[in-house]
């Protein structure tokens, strides 16, 4: 079933610039007026990190920006990340009442507004540090780890972060690309982060590097480990070591890695004019189709085992990427990848939904051509720092066990771990739910220590 609605879009003006260029000021004050401010805001209670949204956009609708940024920042250290890649559309905004009208309000750009106003015009303040002491190793600089060291830091604990790659950030500097990201933005946000007296060690590769036990000897008083999915799930099919079959996280850092310099563009695993195949129908995917496009691929299709209706991708997303040109085929399960030396087609079963809406075989066998198919199909935690510690224990899956009291806390004593290595793949916006959770953990495991240490 292939889904190629007539688009117009010509693939030469797609670039890497950010591609929402965000409410002005008259336009975000137009926007928080239409706010009813409801004695029990649903938005809030949509939000993961639970976010005083209608406080915040209170304070807009009166001018009073440095008042909303203050706001903003009691629950969130992403503001600017979290107003441009939440998925609002399933959380705060499908949450606000207005939308019953068709009219909800734009409650990620007002917060994306908000904090680029403060960036720009330098209104925001410090928060003053609690009086908490200890000191906390956090391991990865994503959206959990980036929680976990601001929310301590602003309790007042020494915070040192290791990053194994060049520049933190983790997934929102390697993994979602630029249009969607600006890089910039990211830097700002753990720049401010820094302001906390947050320390970033980069270039760290815990586990070979530095091990949790080391770390302990340095006098950290708990650790944790916001390390995500590094391993890339595969298809156990015929030909998948083919050259050409390539990772979709692979691909994308790849891009922002010679977009930002480091890397010779000819070492992007996608090249000018090839035909490209996605295999994976969530927003990793919508992100690797687009991506392809803006390297230059001459034709993107995305294949995928469901129906159209069952992408789980963002609604926003999947019709950007069609718009954009990418094709969608549904009801195509892979069975092979083909190809001599290297991949020149997938091979896929045509699938059938029966009576009942069920998915099932029809029994027939077809071929795509691709000169690169790149894999979307999730992704799983790496075992390094596990396996270079003794006393943490994972599930059958490889995801880090832990606790609920303290929360957070792994089967090792004063090792505490937190979002994708511990869920399944996530947003950003629940890593930094779950990250906000383990912090709180921590403070009350170093608080008890600390006192039975003094007793």
Same mark, same amino acid.
């Given at each position: ?133 200890? !000191?906390?190793? =956090? @391991? $990865?600089? /994503? ?5 976990? &060291? ?5 309790? #007042?604990? %020494? ?115 090839? !035909?490209?195949? =996605? @295999? $994976?129908? /969530? ?5 690797? &189709? ?5 390297? #230059?691929? %001459? ?157």
């Amino acid at each position: 079933m292939l889904i190629d609605k007539e688009s117009n879009f010509d693939h030469q003006e797609l670039t890497f610039d950010e591609l929402d260029e965000g409410f002005t000021t008259r336009e975000a004050v137009a926007e928080a007026k239409r706010c009813l401010n409801c004695p029990k805001p649903l938005c809030r209670s949509g939000c993961p990190i639970e976010n005083e949204i209608p406080g915040f956009i209170h304070a807009i609708s009166k001018g009073n920006l440095g008042e909303a940024s203050e706001i903003i920042a009691q629950r969130s250290n992403l503001p600017a990340v979290c107003g441009r890649v939440c998925p609002h559309e399933k959380q705060c905004e499908a949450a606000c009442i207005l939308n019953k009208k068709g009219s909800g309000i734009k409650i990620g750009k007002l917060e994306r507004f908000v904090a680029d106003f403060d960036a720009e015009m330098n209104i925001g303040t410090v928060p003053k540090k609690g009086t908490a002491s200890g !000191k906390i190793a =956090v @391991i $990865g600089s /994503g959206p959990a780890g980036l929680t976990v &060291a601001g929310d301590l830091a602003k309790m #007042g604990f %020494a915070v040192t972060v290791y990053e194994a790659q060049a520049e933190p950030g983790g997934v929102l500097m390697y993994g979602i690309p630029e249009f969607r990201l600006n890089k910039e933005v990211v830097r700002r946000e753990i720049r401010k982060i820094e302001q906390y007296g947050v320390v970033f060690k980069t270039g760290v590769l815990v586990g070979p590097d530095l091990t949790i036990d080391q770390l302990f000897t340095e006098g950290f008083d708990a650790i944790f480990i916001g390390t995500g999915t590094a391993l890339h799930r595969t298809l156990d099919l015929p030909g998948n070591h083919l050259p050409g079959v390539v990772q979709a996280t692979y691909f994308l850092s790849m891009v922002q890695l010679a977009n930002s310099g480091r890397l010779d563009h000819k070492e992007i695993p996608v090249h000018p004019r090839e !035909k490209v195949v =996605v @295999i $994976g129908a /969530g927003n990793v995917a919508m992100d690797a &189709a687009r991506t392809a496009l803006r390297v #230059g691929a %001459a034709d993107v299709t995305v294949v995928y085992r469901r129906a159209e209706n069952d992408i789980t991708a963002l609604k926003s997303e999947y019709e950007e990427a069609r718009h954009e040109g990418v094709k969608f085929q549904g009801l195509s399960s892979p069975t092979a990848f083909l190809g001599e030396g290297k991949v020149t087609a997938l091979e896929y079963e045509v699938q059938a939904v029966d009576n009942e809406g069920k998915l099932c075989s029809s029994g027939r066998k077809e071929t795509i051509a691709a000169d690169k198919v790149i894999l979307a199909v999730g992704q799983r935690p790496a075992a390094r720092i596990v396996s270079s510690a003794v006393g943490i224990e994972i599930n059958p899956q490889g995801y880090v066990i832990t606790k609920e009291r303290p929360y957070g806390m792994t089967t090792r004593k004063g090792v505490f771990a937190g979002g994708d290595v511990v869920h399944q793949p996530a947003t950003v916006v629940l890593a930094m739910k779950e990250a906000k959770k383990v912090a709180a953990g921590i403070a009350q495991y170093v608080e008890a220590k600390k006192l039975i240490e003094d007793c």
